[in-house]
Each structure stands twice: as structure tokens, then as C-alpha cells.
């Protein structure tokens, strides 16, 4: 009867603290997802999606400057520099 | 009598599986759900896209465009019709007020603290706001933006700097506010 009952007590205790576990991991993951989203993990893997195309296309404008450079190309230090200023100011 | 107790023993053992079948499923879904709440903010892309195709718009091979001086002088119409000689449309159906800002400043080469021509199209208060951004990162979530710089010559080979500043705000569908 005595080993009946303590056999019961061990069954619910290993009930109790397996329920504990999952919760315990389920709110670990839950908080890791949060986490995972917050910390930029989406942006980044959007950003290696698209790695080959460059979306901040300063090349643009610099490709721009150098056909107008084809066209006349005096003034050519005033002109990059005032370019390289906005670059300085980014950074 | 034991055979009774084994089976409400075993009763509770499956509703306490359903509640654990449960929990786990809501567990799931909550994870899902909060990686996928929050949104991707693009406007930085969106921005720079909109930098470049107003700059297409104004320089063809390193010439300002037909239409944009004639002469001497600036044209006034292409300043008044800038939105659609560009070709841009910045409504969108879920908002009220344009999300998007363009604005191109032109500067002689002589004297480059004096805007000789200007072009703008969409909404100018994100241009105020941007400032602000640049100043300090306050306003980041609202709007996100671009500056550019460029050199172009006109037709009789006079030289021009020009400034584009490109902002989106659309921050209710990039940023969680």
C-alpha cells in the first residue's frame, strides 16, 4: 500500500515537471523568435536575398557624373569634392 | 476496485494530453506569429530607387533633358508638370496624404551655396522630416530617406550640381510604431 502510494507521488511528480519543461522551452522559443525578428534577422536574410543588386546605387550617380565629366571636364576638383562632401557628412 | 481508479487514472491522463497537445499548439502559433509581426522596412531601397529615377528624369548621359532649359532659362513647365513628366504617381489607395518625397536642387558650379533651379513632386513636409532625421535619429521610423549628389552639363555644355533628396514614409507597413 505504502509503495503504491509513493510510486503514485513519483508518477505525478514526473508529470509536474515535464509540464514545466515544455512550458519553460515553449517560452523559450517564443522569446527567441522575438528576438530573431527584432534583431534584424529578417532584413539581413532579405539583404543576402538580394545581394547581387546593389540598392544603395550611389553608382548610379557616380556613373552620371562621369558621362557629364565626358561632356566638359573642367572644374573637375570643385565638382568631386562637393560630391565627397555628402559622403562625409553620411558617414 | 483498482481496475476503477486505473481508469479515472487514465481519464485524466488524456485530458491532461489535450492540455498539453494545446499548449503546444498555442506555443507554435505564438512563435510564428511574432517572427512574422514584425514587418521588413524597404524604404531605404524604396528611396534610393526613387533617387535614381528622378535622376534619370533630369539627366540623359550626363545632359540635362530636353525640356528642362531651353536657353538660358529653366523651364517653368517642367517644374509645374515635374510628377508627370517623370512619369511618377505617388498616390496610394491606403493612405490619405502622398507618402513620398523627390526634390532635385540645382547648383552653378560657381557658386554652389546658391540653388539656381528647382524641381519637387509629392508630399514636401517628409523633406522637413528627413532633415530632422539627418539631424538627429528622432524621426527614423517615420520616414527614411536619400541624398544624392550628381554633375550634369546642359546642352551648350554649361556645368550643373545637382542634389536629390528622396524620402518614403509609408512607416505603418515597414515599422512597428
Known sequence: MLNYKRAQIGQTMTWIVATIIIVLSLTFFVYFANMLAQGGAIKNAFSTAFSDVDFNLDEWSRAKTELAFTRKTGNSERINKWIEKLKEKDE | ?177
Not at chain 2, 24 to 50: C, F, H
Not at chain 2, 72 to 77: C, G, M, S
Request: proline residues 1%; charged residues 25%.
Open chain 2, 1 to 177: 476496485m483498482s481496475w476503477l481508479k486505473s481508469k479515472k487514472a487514465s481519464h485524466v491522463l488524456s485530458v491532461y494530453w489535450f492540455v498539453i497537445l494545446i499548449l503546444v499548439a498555442i506555443g507554435i502559433y505564438a512563435m510564428i506569429s511574432t517572427y512574422y509581426s514584425y514587418p521588413t522596412d524597404v524604404r531605404q531601397w524604396e528611396a534610393n530607387v526613387l533617387a535614381n529615377k528622378a535622376m534619370d528624369c533630369v539627366s540623359k548621359n550626363g545632359v540635362l533633358v530636353e525640356g528642362l532649359k531651353s536657353g538660358k532659362e529653366f523651364e517653368k513647365d517642367f517644374q509645374e508638370n515635374f510628377d508627370e513628366r517623370c512619369g511618377f504617381n505617388f498616390a496610394d489607395n491606403n493612405y490619405d496624404k502622398t507618402q513620398y518625397y523627390v526634390n532635385i536642387d540645382f547648383y552653378e558650379v560657381s557658386s554652389l551655396d546658391k540653388i539656381v533651379f528647382n524641381v519637387y513632386g509629392g508630399n514636401p513636409s517628409w523633406g522637413g522630416t528627413y532633415n530632422e532625421v539627418q539631424q538627429e535619429k528622432t524621426f527614423e521610423r517615420i520616414v527614411q530617406g536619400t541624398k544624392k549628389r550628381f554633375y550634369v552639363v546642359d546642352s551648350e555644355r554649361n556645368q550643373y550640381l545637382a542634389e536629390v533628396v528622396s524620402v518614403v514614409r509609408k512607416s505603418e507597413q515597414n515599422v512597428k510604431l
